[in-house]
Every structure is written in C-alpha cells, then in structure tokens.
C-alpha cells in the first residue's frame, strides 16, 4: 500500500493527464501535485484551469531534462508517468520524437524514481498488445504477449520493459496500466471522439476511417484516472494492471451516437480511406483490477458519457477552435 502527499505527475496538460490532476485535486485535498509538461501541440495548460493554485505547481520542461527531473523528483514521493507522444498517424509519419519521449523519457524517469527511491506508476497503452480478430471472443489480459504494429505502439512497449526491468534490477516500487480507449474533456481534437464532435458544431461533415468496423474499448477518462489512483494506492509492486470499462463499440457505432446526439442525420458523413496499420479490434480484459482492488467504473452509460462529452466541447468553443481549421487541413493533406 502506498499513500502519496506530494506527486510529480508528467503530461498533466495534456488529456488524460490533466483529468487525473483534476481527479486528484477533487478527490484527495491531502495531496500535492507538481506537473511537468513541455507543452507541444496536445499540451495545454488552460486544461490544469480550476485546481487551487496551492494544490498544484506548473513547471514547462522535458522530461529527458535529467537535471530538472531529478531535481523535482527529489520534492515528492511518487510519480505518476503520462507524458507521452500518443498519436498513431503522426509517429508514421515522424517516428523520432516518439522514441525520444516515450523511451528516453521514461528510462530519465526512472532513473530519478531509483535515485530518490520513489513509488513510480506508468501509464501504458492496450495498443502495445497488437490488435484482435473482429470474431475473436478474447479480450486483453496482463498475460496477452506484446504484438505492437505501429512506431508509437512499439515505442510504448518498450517503456513498458524499462519499467520492468528497473522494477525487477533495481527493485524500484513500479506499476504498470494499460488502458483502453479514452474518452471525455479536454482531448486534443484531432482524436476520433472529439474530431467529430467539433466538426460537425463547425459545420463540417465527419470522417470515417475505411469501413468503420475497427473496434475500440472505451473508457470515460474520470473512470480512468480512479483506477490509475486505485494503482497507485494499493497496486502490488512489479504488477501490471489493465483498465477497462467493458466498452466495446466499432467506430461506426460510435459515430452514430454522436450524429444522433447531435440532431444529424445517420448518413451525415464521409467515408474516407483507411490509414496505414489500422489495427481491427482492441478489448480489455479488467478482471485483475476488479479482483484485486475492488474498482469498478461509474461512467457506466456510453450514451449519457458522450452527450457530456459533446456538452463540454460545445461550451468551451474557445478551447478548440482556432486549431480546428489547421486539424482539418493536415487530415486533407491525407485523403483522411
């Protein structure tokens, strides 16, 4: 059992990040985060808006900066890692800052965490397993044998063995999650859920990806990040543990709730051509989770989670809009 006062939590602008920081300040006012994040494109820190200035420090760097990571680790008794390129069309299209960031970066990370002798949780990806057949009944489990099919999810996998290996070598107190499909505030836009949604409030029909089949497990981020807390709190050392909310859905499926939230017609979209490697289906097994630390999801409704997902980027219009036009355009560049 671990109980953290003080945390450094890396990507905390971005998307998920930024939701568990919330999740944190709302949920344990005894703990104290300090955030690192270079703030690249999918940073933000409006998202970090709202948590009490006494809760939460901001420091803009790298997390390859090894002097200022140790420097920082050497004021708190966790961290929790989330920093991380993420985006799978664009480490096709560019595949070195996915290695600096997600390899580098987390080996920098670890090596602080040994130093200073601190709990170190990682935030992974289920796309580091490869993907299912859409008839396949299996799902994920933390026994599934690593089958990574793009840069990130390959460079992903490789953080994954550093962390093991510094836990099993070094005996650091280390824990990994692997989780399914995000959803909810605060994801950059050039993500399905929020593509969609911000294309068709700007007037722009959405896109689908070849034939729309592809499967995706979805988990609201809230959920998430109570797992993530659920880990690092009471995760046995050395473990990895896989999150899932039991959201199967295709994107066709997926894109339909969002047109039929929206008041649009069930057509009211274009089809578009595949991207390069676009795995099938993915689906988490979070039995172990369950078992072992008694979290369950409380986003328990897909339809009632995307219409406060669909309810926040409408209200918050400024958040994404003057980035929507230049989103679009990189996908048009494309075919996508």
Known sequence: MSDPKNILITGAAGFIGSNFAHWVAEHEPDVRMVVLDALTYAGNKDNLAGIPEGRLEFVCGDICDALLVDGLASRVDAIVHFAAESHNDNSIADPAPFVRTNVQGTYTLLEAARKHDLRFHHISTDEVYGDLALDDPARFTEET?????????????????????????????????????????????????????????????PKLYGDGLNVRDWIHTEDHSSAVWAILTGGRAGETYLIGADGERNNLEVLSVILEAMGQAPDAFDWVRDRPGHDRRYAIDPSKLRRELGWEPIHTSFAEGLAETIAWYDSNRSWWQASKEAVEAKYARSGQ
């Open 145 to 205: 044998p690593y089958r990574p099919s793009s840069p990130y999810s390959s460079t992903k996998a490789s953080s994954d063995m550093l962390v093991r290996a510094w836990h099993r070598t070094y005996g650091i107190d280390a824990t990994i999650s692997n989780c399914s499909n995000n959803y909810g505030p605060r994801q950059h836009i050039e993500k399905f859920i929020p593509r969609q949604i911000t294309s068709i409030l700007s007037g722009i029909r």
